[in-house]
């Protein structure tokens, strides 16, 4: 995880306290934009950005990687409907697969800054455009696959936009998504100048009006809708912080909460205005937790690992970190990643006689103290590096296998980790025994987990 990645220089400048970062003046953010979009002219000039290449020229495995992985969904798609496994009606699934997978890279870009300055992260900014043009690009296959189901009547398919309010309203969205992505080029970029930033801007009111067709199509269940409903009021309150507040790790719980409040007032209203199902039933549901998580929780949840990943990125980028941060951020990391899948509806079903999940996350947990001081151990060594890797691959386990529900892909996965576990245990061996002795429960974990999927 790029917790455990190296300090950039400005990165610990931006958080090496107030003076160091006084919030900068109108004229000083203007002329540091105009900078920025000149340097970006200049770079562009210099070498082929390509998307898996810095703007020096110079092979980026982040970029490489965010490229790949926004590909992952159209494939899964691509895969499902050639397997046959859409349902009765594939292409109807296509559709709402691809304006789902829309709606959440909007989000994803608009998460973007954040994360840049919170967890001081400059390079996450390399691939925001990556992530919008891929947005615009489901969007578009989400109204061919439409033109598809209306069987290429494309004067139907214009006048349905015209009568149909919540398509009307998705049209208005994708025109602006794809407007963005066209201007997104460094040669836009230098041509606007100041002018660029402004119609950037409407990137907001345009995945406001996004979650407005969703909601608008979503019929008696706007759950899912109302939950990234929740994750943009975030980001757009972290937006509405002043330049000095931005930054605060202290302001992340109360915009959690806040994001939370706005949530459930955002489900109570639109119950009792668009539905005749009695708002305060499905609010009583949401304060008893009855039947999992909802959305208003969810929200709440997703603040709080926000929270939870810019602490721990701020223990990683300390200079010099003491060693026993090692093992709490490994376990720390395990906390968040459990409550991101609880957060995200990722459980998928239980497997028979899997142990209770609180049994799995103590498990996670306990894992990752041990790997973690296994790596204090090691510092200084490349065998440092890969256990973060060892632990990478464990916490994206259950994204990748509960998410997609996939037997096969959970045993791909668990035996990728025990493969690598071992690898990692053989080669720290002669550098410090112990690390050895402690990557070893890894094994012994997803070897029962295996035997469980197996059944
Ligand atoms: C001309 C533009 C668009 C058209 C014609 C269109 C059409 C549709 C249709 C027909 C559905 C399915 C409704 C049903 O269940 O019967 C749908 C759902 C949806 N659309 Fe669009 N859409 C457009 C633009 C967009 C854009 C720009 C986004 C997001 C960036 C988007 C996101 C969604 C989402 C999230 C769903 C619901 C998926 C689900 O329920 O799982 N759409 N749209």
Same mark, same amino acid.
């Given at each position: 995880m790029s917790v455990h990645g190296p300090a950039a220089p400005n990165a610990v400048a931006s958080l090496a306290g107030p003076a160091a970062q006084r919030a900068p003046g109108r004229g000083q953010l203007a002329a540091a934009a105009a900078r920025d979009v000149a340097s970006r002219g200049v770079a562009a000039r210099r070498a082929t950005v390509r #998307?898996?290449?810095d703007r020096g020229g110079r092979f980026s495995p982040f970029k490489a990687a965010v490229f790949t992985l926004l590909f992952a969904p159209a494939l899964w798609l691509a895969a499902s409907w050639w397997l046959d *496994? $859409?349902? *009765? /009606?594939p292409v109807k699934a296509l559709i709402l697969g691809a304006g789902l997978w829309a709606c959440r890279l909007v989000l994803l870009s608009l998460l973007i800054s954040p994360a840049r300055v919170l967890a001081a992260w400059?390079?996450? $900014? &390399?691939v925001r455009r990556m992530v919008g043009v891929a947005a615009a690009l489901y969007a578009g296959t989400h109204l061919v696959l439409y033109a598809v189901q209306e069987n290429w009547h494309l004067g139907h398919v214009a006048l349905e936009i015209v009568r149909r309010f919540y398509l009307t309203i998705g049209f208005v969205a994708l025109c602006g998504l794809v407007a963005l992505a066209a201007s997104s080029t460094n040669e836009a970029m230098r041509r606007m100048g100041r002018n660029w930033k402004r119609l950037h801007r409407l990137a907001y009111p345009l995945a406001g009006l996004a979650l407005f067709h969703f909601f608008l199509q979503s019929? =008696?269940?706007v759950g899912q809708a109302v939950l990234y409903a929740g994750v943009f009021v975030w980001a757009m309150l972290w937006r509405a912080l002043p330049a000095g507040r931005n /930054?605060? $790790? &202290?302001v992340l719980p109360l915009l959690a909460l806040a994001a939370c409040a706005a949530t459930a007032a955002l489900e109570y209203a639109w119950y009792a205005l668009a539905?005749?199902? #009695?708002p305060a039933r499905v609010l009583g549901a949401e304060l008893a937790l009855d039947f999992g998580p909802h959305p208003a929780g969810q929200v709440l949840m997703f603040g709080l690992v926000a929270t939870l990943a810019v602490a721990l990125r701020r223990m990683a980028l300390r200079?010099? /970190?003491? =060693? =026993?941060l090692d093992p709490v951020l490994y376990a720390g990391a395990a906390v968040a990643a459990l409550a991101l899948v609880w957060t995200l509806s990722l459980g998928g079903d239980a497997l028979p006689d899997a142990p209770a999940s609180w049994v799995v996350a103590l498990a996670w947990v306990g894992l990752g103290v041990l790997l973690g001081t296994a790596r204090a151990g090691l510092r200084g060594t490349w065998q440092a590096r890969a256990a973060d890797g060892v632990w990478l691959l464990c916490l994206l386990y259950p994204l990748y296998t509960a998410g997609l529900d996939s037997r096969t892909l959970g045993l791909a996965g668990d035996a990728a980790i025990a493969l690598a576990a071992l690898a990692l245990a053989l080669t720290s061996w002669r550098v410090w025994r112990p690390a050895a002795v402690l990557a070893l429960p890894l094994l012994g974990w997803v070897g029962y987990v295996a035997r469980l999927t197996v059944g």
């Open positions: #998307p898996w290449t *496994a $859409l349902g *009765a /009606r400059p390079g996450v $900014l &390399a019929k =008696a269940d /930054r605060s $790790l &202290a539905t005749h199902i #009695p200079e010099p /970190r003491p =060693a =026993a």
